[in-house]
């Protein structure tokens, strides 16, 4: 049986495989380009602003109004340095938004996935932001973003975030150089790339110390205790409640309660039971502003659990605080993968400083609280462990918010120089 071979001579094979390259090419493009116009229609207005924005150097994301202390020094930075950056805010009344800058150009985005739906698709040399969790939940890297910073807000532990909330991150601007080890463990642990850890000081510390000098002292002022919980299950006004606040308040002193701002969110039952139990109570004072320097520098002890609130208060009045000793489920957080070299798990800084600088409040001591707290007299050691502590978790003082700008402008002349050589 014979069967008849088409024969194509080399030339004509080499023409038609072009064609086709060329084909599937435009195929490929046209393809893109419906799929980008798709992406427009469906994305929202503030995803079609990220696409038509074009490439920007700077870019700061705020998520909400807890975090304004932490980026205006920042802001005020670039403003200094005559240096055009963008804001962008998930909080529509952020007094960012309304102040008069002329490098700054600043942009409500709104909230969720409106707003996740531009950081997403954003166009930026080096993008700057307090918000974990980069990669692992709904905010995704973008493509054409260069570098992610991300800037703590807080002087406590950087493992203390849900896990794998700075994992994949460019580079963490820290607070004191106390909290590199152990991201550097986990870097190996995990098997993922080195970060950048810079240690910029503390934005929100400065931002803070600076308004707290500028209150007036309080006059005819009582004898105040301040009580700060962290939220869940295991932080003191979840856990305690009225064990706690039916025999503080009847000492007669002031008692100001200022909860975390998550507890409104999540365990709004909690406070709606208290608040209504106290609402005839003259001497307790609920405390829910959005700076927490006026109930802090009023109270004259702060009695909390593991909230980081302790080190504002440690660091901005250098007074006694009371921890009542909490079992925190550290399982959910990245310092619950950090351990020694016998296998133990590693001890976070924060709560070993604690022990140092605070005085252990157990609940059987509840009922002869006034007793304790007069008792609990401030001494040499004490000031010391808060210096120490200080020195350790809040660097560079005053200077975070031009530190945080010079890093974020480095970068940007890295990559200027990078291709250039090119």
Known sequence: MYTNLLYIDPGTGSMLFSVAIGAAATLFFLARA???KIQLLFAGKNAREAMKAGRQKYVVYNEGKQYINCFKPVLEAFEKKETPLTYLTSYQEDPLLSKEWKFVKTEYIGEGNSAFARLNMLTADVVLMTTPGLDVYQMKRSKNVRHYAHLRHGS?????????GIDYFDSVLLTGDYQKADIRYLEKARGIKEKELVSVGCTYLDELKKKMEAIPAEENHQFTVLVCPSWGPSAILSKYGEKLLDPLLATGWNVIVRPHPQSKKSESHILDRLQKKYKDCKNLEWNFEN????ALKRGDIMISDFSSVIYDYTFLCDKPVMYVNADLDLRIYDASEVYNEDGSNKRIWQFTTLEKIGIELKEEQFQNIKEVIQNASDSPV????????KEEAWMHIGEAGERTADFMISKVKEFESSQEAK
């Not at 406590?156 to 794998?164: E, Q, S």
């Not at 700076?291 to 006026?294: A, G, T």
């Not at 004490?382 to 502590?389: E, G, H, N, V």
């Open 291 to 294: 700076d927490n320097i006026y």
């Open 156 to 164: 406590g532990d950087a493992t203390m975030y849900r896990l794998y």
């Open 382 to 389: 004490l000031a010391q462990a808060r210096k120490q502590a």
């Open 34 to 36: 419906a799929f980008l």
